[in-house]
């Protein structure tokens, strides 16, 4: 465990800090609080987070220096947050192999197949083969994007559960957060259905309370539980309120790739999960601009998607990470739309070589995350929500609360940051896409005003591969700096 400099920390702020293994960093120390220091920053290996954990950081190192822009007095960050990361040098390569091929559609195929070298391998079920394996599914399925991934993972739950479903008077409702962003509430009207909102704790995350309410009230039998911003709600009771009235789960995890609740990875079918859809757009852990995968363990849910996403006459022989139930497939394609929604191959060849870069970037994340909580969790002007219990996040982005101010201050607090390189964003802005009261088109919600208050003043920022810890602290000072001069 990382031993960084020690604080005289708030009560609250002890009680979050002492939960160990959420980011897998525990701080503890002198008693005395000393900002965190070039001379701090210096010390830890910026190439090496390994031994990073490791570093013991003594107080007479620290000095009362902040690591400021050179040419101001003030805090200033010089680079760009909003900056996504950059395609590995191979995925760049195989593009243009791609390319210079003119293979691009997704059964192009490229790569001479294994055993038999007339045959062709695409890039894109390649790739769906190894995403299977990250998020230990049986079956993948690329996409142009998530939402994709989440429309198609309800169609082919609406298409499985006919029977039973249409038995419910009424349309099909289901259930999903009130604070999520605006493709979740647009793939269940895509699909025809009406969202059941619910709300969210003070720690951004599904109540599971009010899940179970809404469950009993609307007879939904679907949910989607979307964790946003990577921030994981308490699975185990989604769980056993779906078991209990009878709900196919259906998990969002746009930004939730390489989080757990209690060891078990989001997404995973032990929470009884039928499909789980994940994220490659380009502010996620994984960059291709655009794209999504749906994960499942279930053929039939596998299996329709992959008919709908477009794959026509014989083409699903291709897949890598699908069934080999071709009785299935023929079964269900005459009655199966195409809505092609499938992934290109330059975007597969774009992701192929990110996925074994995955653990660094979680570790790298967490670190920085965990400098950024430790530093923010002792200003007086902000609330960090924390995490569950049993939660693990990635930390790629990092959301907290304006205490005591109405708009225009909270607006003047983040022009403030703006203006000194930290740009960010207030969820319950009335032009933010995650701010349910803009989602005319899906029936926002008139109950979720608990939810309203949770995100009114939330601050949203990102927290991107390239930030060093010399920029996690500026950033930190950029913060406090602004909440001084606006308070
Ligand atoms: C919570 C959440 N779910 C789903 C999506 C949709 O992802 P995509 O842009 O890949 O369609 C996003 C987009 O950022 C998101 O934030």
Redesign the pocket.
Known sequence: MARLCGTKLSKDSRKMQEKTGQFGFTFSGPRKYTRLSPAFVARVPQDDLTSAKNVVVEESALTSDTVYDKDSVEPRLAINIKSPCPVPEAGIQRCREVMESGRMFRYGGLTPGANNPDQTVDDVSLVEKSFADVTGHKYCVALN??????FLAVFAVLKKEHERLSKIPGPTKILTNAF??A??PSAIVHAGCEPEYVNCTDQFVIDVEDFERKAKESGAKIAIV????GRLCDMSGVAEVCKKYDITLIE?C??SLGCDWKGVKSGSSEHGTVAA?F???S??LINSG???FLVTDDEEVAVRAILCAGSYEYLYKSHLAAPENYELFEKLKFETPNYSLRMHQITAAIIEPQLPLLEDRYKKHRYNYAIADRRLCELEGIRLPGTLDGATGVGDSLQFNLKNRNWDEAHAFCKECAKRGVPMEIFGAADNA?NFKTWQFALPPSDCEPSYKHIEYAADLRLPLHLTESDVHTICDVIEFSLKVTS
């Not at 994007?145 to 989440?150: D, M, N, Q, W």
């Not at 979307?226 to 911003?229: L, T």
């Open positions: 994007s998530c939402g994709s991934a989440i999520t962003f493709a979740v979307s964790h946003m911003r969002d746009a930004h859809c994220s490659a757009q502010n996620k655009e794209g999504g995650r």
